[in-house]
């Protein structure tokens, strides 16, 4: 993992606790493979997010000004 990698999971993870989202699950290489099914990294090997609702995801965000209007309407 590169420290640019690293950062930009620290920048998700921060933007995700600062969104009220009761039901906000976070899934990292713990989570079950069922979980983790067709949600891979960015090509450059960058973190990326998946905000999903029941088996519908909506397209992988690489930053926090991408994931906070998703949480906000999840």
């Known amino acids: 993992e ?3 990698g690293n950062d930009r999971v620290q920048q998700l ?3 995700a606790r600062q969104s ?5 699950c976070i899934a990292g290489t713990w989570a079950t493979a069922s979980i983790l099914e067709a949600k891979t990294g960015a090509p ?3 973190a ?3 905000v999903c609702t029941g088996p519908t995801c909506a397209p ?4 926090a000004a991408g994931l906070l209007p998703l949480l906000a309407t999840s």
């Not at 009220?20 to 906000?24: A, D, G, K, Q, V």
Request: glycine share 4%; net charge negative; hydrophobic share 50%.
């Open 2 to 4: 590169t420290a640019v």
């Open 13 to 15: 993870l921060a933007a």
């Open 20 to 24: 009220y989202t009761p039901t906000l």
């Open 44 to 46: 450059d090997g960058a």
């Open 48 to 50: 990326r997010a998946f």
């Open 60 to 63: 992988p965000v690489i930053d």
